[in-house]
């Protein structure tokens, strides 16, 4: 049903592929990222990739402005100014024109409307008004319910117009960017196996219509979804398939959200310091978890972290910001030795 | 599918929900409440408070409350969306089946179509409401449709020249169903009374409207189950536990509000088509936002979520308000003839909406999952023992 | 045109504006502080002059009162009266029916405001009945002046002046309201309790943690707001002379309106909004669409919400992620 072939609201005309710098192909690209509050400049003109099956690292000291990207990667703000392709495609971009859209719902009704004024003017029978007014409130139900169901052919209406809507988080998980939160966000009242089949939907295909009238190929797609949550939860390890999710220990939360955000089916999964409050042997147990990953589904992966000895662990590249800016960039071992990096962390003089 | 996909599905069933066979016990489960209310009010001291036809015919009107809190229950209980407008909708379904089945219209369409046109209209205008509001907080939903509540009487009023204002359309067709005269034999002189198989629907007559509403609280419970069990159903109890997480897991929050918002509209469309069919009279009064409010009542009173715990909190809140409390006068009238001691003459009918004020804060206060709650809830709600027994397992394991 | 007309029903909408104002600052104050609409907060209002009505028929008023002096000392005491009532009603709302379910989830403090709304509601309509109540005006409501305009015409144009005429009640609600208005924002800019309000709605953890005491500051904002729809239900009395049971739902309605008009949290906003609204209603009444005042109050409500959720002052509020 509905959320099926929600393109992100892409804008159109962008490359086919994106080459990096070095020749290896680049999965998220963020083009010139300026994120603003009012006056304060967040994030200012970042420039970044994460390339394809490597783990990339941001990270800064506090206020750096890592959260502020990652919430605009995610589809959680909208920039300010430049904007990210991801495979190729330009996925988040500055809104434009966005209050056109209630307009654009009405805007039909709206002259069937003045027409039924016009010839109630006029003087003709009744019939023909109430005729015209219910065809413009026909119209109006009509857009919506093509917003609803279509909402695909919708969005490419939006772009032909010239609306860009900003994107909301669940365009972002539609073109294939998965994440976990930094706080822990579960859905504490389901339990661990419900997480991660809330985390299927993108995938599931049976429309409510199906659910009503419980059609084979509705019970076959759930009996699928199921078996396929339990693999995942085997997958980071996680046994307790049946426990409500608040009710799990610290780690396997963690773990859960780990499963929740694999079963989007991610071409990037974006973790947003998954080792926070964990002591080193779950910390090395996450470690070994994430290189796992990298390793058997070949999935990139972009990483906001504080604890540097995860940092410096498994990374391949490293982008380190500072006040907004990004002041360096590289392998662990450049990064270690730049000069500015240490200056960000430790304060001028430290050299 | 492989046969492990299938255990892990039967166990996945079984452990989380009714058990399979949820259409199968929701018949089975109505068709005996059906059967044993009639017989209750026969027996003390039911018996003393009026007639079984009486009764069958307060059932029947019950029956419009329980499709009311069925549906709103998909709106609040599943998807935590505050609907505090939900009357707007009964009233149209209401109006629309005065528009398809009266004189007044002079259109004449059969009321099991109505039903359908009902629900669809009533959805129609629940999405017309919700598409421009459902995408910001949720409390501001909760003003809007209060204030849409608020609206659409007036509308209905005002609008004498469609809808006969405050007079109202009377004399709407009753239903009727395929002809009853089947060689049914006539078992009046076995079971006491069963007028059912005696005459058609009619004011004399509750019977057929009884059963009727029976089949339509049973088909709608079927749907309701099956939604929740669904993937749409899994995406309202995410959003309604982290709207924001929900997102962020692909879930288009819009419109899976919506389609919430337009489901329990539809429901109170379908309970609004059988009551006008019921009362052959519509009128903007009966709309008023003490019906939403009553709803929720009986809603959260019943224990949000649980679709049986709605049915029967809405049941049990219009019997007493129907009944009881009537009962209660009279009970204290014989034994206290000159008043209660301390508070004098007491009519109790006057406290009706300070008791539903008192239950909604009691029971957010006191007991949140409602006096019927689903076991899930119950979880949910008094996780305190739960958590200790889970590391009390951790620790075993 | 008549400019007479015109100008008639801009101090009209003025009066109605400076009620709705006051009952919209307790919404907007509440919600500023624990995001929370207040549904019983119109019922608040209706109580407040159901106290008033009380107090008069206690103290033996049934009529105008001329003699000055005891007319301003009767006000005093008719406002102090329903104010610090009304004030301690609102806390103890909070305390009982709010405060418990401060780390509840979100539809439970809703339902909660629901559930006393029923309940003053009810009390009142168990005292008093369903129907309307005389309650004494006790400023004549006829005294006043009337003054009128120039008649001109521009062009062909011809702009007559019929007579307008000023009530003394209408001015002493409009000044006794923009007085409290003003009085709000001194108190909310200038004192410690009033930064400790506005530091709690900021941040209240954060607040907690600076020394601020969380229960007390929430406690007074609800006394204030409250004390202000008591003040305006006496106002209510006073311009109308009626009251009922169930006066509260529609003028907390257009009031909550008004304070999303303006922009939910914001003080000024809300002020603002109340003006508006009850032009846009005396307005729509004096086209002739009376029947449809509160369908379009409505509707502007809607259109807002679509168009600019945040209010005519509100501030983009960034969801916490």
């Known amino acids: 049903m509905s959320e099926q072939g929600t393109a992100a609201p892409a804008v159109p005309g962008t490359v086919a592929a994106t080459v990096s710098s070095d020749g290896q192909a680049a999965v998220l690209r963020a083009v010139h990222l300026t994120k603003a509050f009012g006056g304060l400049v967040a994030v200012k003109e970042v420039d970044f990739e994460v390339k394809a099956g490597s783990i990339t690292s941001l990270i800064g000291p506090n206020g750096a402005g890592k959260t502020t990207l990652f919430n605009v990667v995610a589809g959680l703000s909208e920039p300010t100014d430049g904007h990210i392709e991801f495979l190729g495609r330009r996925v988040v971009a500055r809104p434009e024109r966005a209050w056109l859209e209630p307009i654009l719902w009405i805007l039909p009704a709206a002259l069937v409307w003045l027409l039924a004024y016009l010839v109630g003017t006029a003087n003709p029978p009744v019939n023909v008004i109430e005729i015209l007014v219910l065809l413009g409130l026909g119209l109006l139900i009509a857009t919506l319910i093509t917003a609803v169901i279509r909402p695909g052919w919708y969005n490419r209406l939006l772009v032909r117009l010239g609306i860009f809507k900003s994107a909301r988080p669940n365009d972002m998980v539609q073109a294939g960017i998965g994440r976990t939160f930094q706080n822990i966000r579960l859905f504490a009242n389901m339990t661990a196996i419900e997480n991660v089949l809330v985390g299927m939907h993108g995938q599931l295909k049976s429309s409510p219509l199906d659910a009503v009238l419980r059609t084979p190929k509705q019970k076959r797609e759930e009996l699928d979804s199921v078996a396929e949550a339990r693999r995942l939860l085997r997958y980071v390890g996680l046994r307790r398939e049946d426990e409500l999710a608040r009710n799990l220990p610290y780690g396997d939360q963690r773990r859960l959200e780990i499963a929740r955000a694999l079963a989007t089916r991610p071409k990037l999964l974006l973790l947003d310091e998954p080792t926070a409050g964990m002591n080193p042997a779950e910390t090395d147990q996450m470690m070994k978890l994430f290189s796992r990953i990298r390793r058997e589904l070949s999935l990139p992966i972009l990483l906001i972290e504080h604890d540097m000895r995860v940092v410096m662990g498994i990374s391949d590249t490293i982008t380190v910001l500072d006040h907004g800016e990004k002041i360096s960039e590289g392998t662990p071992a450049e990064v270690r030795a730049d000069a500015r990096v240490i200056e960000a962390y430790l304060g001028k003089g430290a050299i | 599918m492989t046969a492990a996909a299938r255990a892990s599905w039967a166990r996945f069933r079984g452990g989380h929900f009714f058990g399979r066979h949820q259409s199968f016990s929701v018949v089975v489960g109505m068709a005996i409440v059906t059967a044993i209310l009639p017989f209750i009010v026969l027996a003390p001291p039911f018996s003393g408070f009026g007639t079984q036809t009486d009764f069958v015919d307060g059932f029947s009107q019950a029956g419009v409350w329980v499709l009311l ?212 009279i519509v009128s903007p009064t009966q709309f008023g936002f003490t019906v939403s409010f009553t709803v929720l009542a009986m809603v959260v009173l019943g224990g949000m979520g649980n679709i049986w715990g709605v049915a029967a909190g809405a049941f049990v809140v219009y019997e007493i308000q129907s009944q009881g409390l009537k009962q209660l006068n009279v009970f204290v009238g014989q034994y206290f003839p000159n008043g209660l001691p301390i508070f004098g003459h007491v009519d109790f009918l006057t406290y009706q909406y300070l008791l539903y004020g008192l239950a909604l804060v009691g029971m957010m206060l006191l007991r949140p999952e409602g006096l019927f709650p689903s076991r899930r809830r119950r979880q949910e709600l008094h996780d305190v023992e739960d958590a200790d027994a889970a590391n009390v397992e951790l620790v075993e394991a | 045109m008549d400019a007479g007309i015109l100008t008639q029903q801009l101090l009209n909408g003025l009066t109605i504006g400076a009620m709705y104002a006051l009952i919209a600052l307790g919404y907007t104050m509440v919600y500023g502080i624990i995001e929370l609409i207040n549904f019983a907060h119109g019922d608040v209002f209706m109580v407040g002059s159901f106290v008033t009505l009380w107090l008069l028929s206690t103290i033996g008023v049934q009529n105008t009162v001329n003699d000055p002096v005891a007319l301003v000392g009767l006000l005093i005491l008719m406002f102090a009266f329903s104010m610090v009532v009304m004030g301690l009603v609102g806390v103890l709302i909070e305390r009982f029916a709010y405060r418990p379910l401060r780390r509840a989830p979100r539809l439970a403090p809703l339902i909660t405001a629901i559930g006393v709304s029923f309940i003053l509601q009810n009390i009142i309509q168990v005292l008093y009945g369903t129907a309307y109540f005389n309650v004494p005006q006790v400023i004549d409501p006829l005294a006043g002046f009337s003054f009128k305009l120039p008649s001109f015409a521009i062009g062909g144009f011809a702009v007559t002046s019929s007579l307008v005429t000023v009530t003394w009640v209408h001015v002493f609600i409009v000044v006794l309201a923009v007085a409290m208005m003003v009085a709000l924002q001194v108190f909310v800019r200038r004192t410690n309790l009033g930064r400790a309000m506005r530091s709690t709605a900021i941040d209240r953890e954060a607040a907690q943690l600076m020394g601020v005491d969380i229960n007390t500051t929430i406690a007074l904002t609800f006394f204030i707001g409250s004390a202000l729809a008591g003040a305006a239900g006496v106002a209510w009395t006073l311009n109308y002379g009626l009251t009922k049971f169930d006066n509260g739902f529609q003028a907390g309605l257009k009031s909550f309106t ?58 983009q509020v960034a969801e916490r992620a």
Do not use: C
């Open chain 2, 69 to 280: 809190a069925i549906g709103l229950n998909v709106v609040v209980g599943l998807a935590g969306l505050l609907d505090l407008g939900y009357a707007a909708f009964f009233a149209i379904g209401a109006y629309t089946y005065a528009y398809g089945a009266s004189p007044y219209s002079g259109n004449h369409v059969a009321f099991w179509v109505m039903l359908l046109v009902g629900a669809a209209v009533a959805a129609m205008a629940g999405l017309l409401l919700g598409a421009p509001t459902l995408r910001l907080r949720g409390d501001y939903l909760a003003i809007v449709t209060l204030g849409f509540g608020e609206i659409v009487p007036v509308v209905f009023t005002n609008s004498d020249q469609y809808t006969n204002g405050t007079n109202g359309i009377t004399a709407l067709y009753q239903p009727s169903l395929i002809n009853l005269s089947l060689p049914i034999p006539n078992l009046s002189g076995i079971l006491p009374n069963l007028g059912l198989f005696q005459g058609s629907y009619g004011f004399g007559n509750p019977w057929p409207y009884y059963i009727s509403v029976a089949a339509i609280i049973s088909v709608v419970m079927i749907l309701a189950y099956r939604l929740q069990d669904s993937r749409l159903g899994r995406a309202w109890m995410a959003i309604r536990e982290d709207e924001l997480a929900a997102a962020s897991m692909g879930i288009n929050t819009v419109t899976t509000k919506l389609l919430a918002f337009a489901i329990g509209a539809s429901t109170s469309g379908l309970a609004g088509v059988y009551l006008s069919s019921k009362l052959s």
């Open chain 3, 258 to 315: 008004a304070a999303v008009l303006g922009g939910i949290g914001n003080t000024t906003g809300a002020a603002i909004g109340g003006f508006l609204i009850a032009f846009i209603e005396v307005f729509s009444s004096q086209l002739g669409y009376s029947r449809w005042s509160e369908a379009i109050v409505f509707t502007i409500l809607i259109l807002v919400l679509v168009f600019k959720p945040t209010g005519i002052l509100g501030q």
